[in-house]
């Protein structure tokens, strides 16, 4: 299984940020991998979406995510090309305000591809993704100067 986790320090708050994460349908405006993004329902802390994207090659899967704003979130595979893809992120508040972002990725693909392949893939992609969120959130919520 490939894994990764990493953090980041962002210039909102925990409440900004996210509401940054958890406007899927918006993810393909700034990650440029992400084509469409369906939330299918959607009922309390649950939400059911489908995500299509281009990694390698176009994929489309559909996950469970439970939201615990402002300060967590959960997902899980509820089906797609994967075998796994859980994450999570955990936001804290930091002493000026801002948002130390922990994200983490566990993906284990059906196919047998080697964890020497797949694990430098998701390492090499998620502080990409994380910039990525970190960016639009600090533009949709400038610091007051």
């Known amino acids: 299984m490939a894994g990764a986790e990493r953090e980041i320090q962002v210039a909102v708050s925990p409440e900004d940020f996210f509401s940054v994460i958890a406007d899927y349908e918006r993810y393909p405006d700034f990650l440029p991998d992400m084509e469409s993004v369906e939330v299918l329902s959607r009922a ?62 566990e993906v284990q693909l059906h196919s047998f591809v080697p964890k020497s392949l797949s694990t430098p893939v998701v390492a090499k992609t998620v502080p990409a993704l994380l910039k990525a969120f970190k960016a639009r959130a600090e533009a949709l919520f400038p610091a007051a100067g």
Do not use: C, H, Q
């Open 44 to 105: 309390e802390e649950r939400v059911e979406a489908r995500f299509t994207a281009t990694f390698l090659k176009r994929v489309s899967y559909t996950l469970e995510i439970v939201e615990r704003a402002p300060n967590a979130m959960d997902w899980s595979l509820i089906e797609g090309p994967f075998k796994v893809s859980d994450g999570s992120w955990r936001l804290e508040r930091l002493a000026d305000g801002g948002t130390l972002a922990r994200y983490s990725i």
